[in-house]
């Protein structure tokens, strides 16, 4: 992984095959990132994405092994028991031009993986377990 620093953000580059969630949560713990948005566009594989079932409060997972583009990633930082969670939601894209996405477990990199994270510098956005929808959802304090 490489990065530069450009005042509270970041340029992210996650190298082939270096996992991203992984990379991108190790990165916001070491800087310190409690709260953040990020963006990213490569070329990633060995993808686990999945599409939340609200019924049986769980996870429909779709595993691609293949090379896929990598359109959109967006996604957020907040703080989830103690330390930096990251949410990211993901379009990806084949060579004959269809597209997938949902929710992100992990994904490689493949050839390239650059990301933007922008850094709130707020320690006060946190996520915490919502027993109706069975997920850690967002709690915000209005400061």
Same mark, same amino acid.
């Given at each position: ?8 953000? #970041? ?13 991108? *949560? ?25 599409? #939340? ?5 769980? #996870? ?17 930082? !907040? ?5 930096p969670f990251?949410?990211?939601?993901? *379009?990806?894209? *084949?060579?004959?031009?269809?597209? #997938? ?8 990199? !493949? !050839? ?12 006060? *956005?946190l996520r ?16």
């Amino acid at each position: 992984m490489q990065f530069q620093k450009i005042n509270h953000s #970041y340029i992210v580059h996650v190298e082939e095959g270096e996992k991203v969630m992984q990379t991108l *949560t190790n990165f916001c713990i070491e800087k310190g990132i409690h709260s953040a948005q990020i963006s990213g566009i490569g070329a990633v594989r060995n993808i686990d994405i999945g599409a #939340y079932d609200i019924t049986n409060k769980d #996870y429909i997972h779709r595993i691609f092994e293949e090379i896929l583009e990598l359109l959109s990633f967006q996604g957020n930082v !907040a703080i989830k028991d103690g330390e930096p969670f990251l949410h990211a939601h993901i *379009t990806l894209g *084949t060579h004959d031009m269809e597209v #997938y996405g949902g929710h992100l477990f992990e994904m490689e990199v !493949a !050839a390239v993986g650059e990301f933007i994270i922008h850094d709130f510098q707020n320690k006060n *956005t946190l996520r915490q377990y919502n027993d109706d929808i069975g997920l850690a959802t967002l709690k915000l304090c209005n400061l």
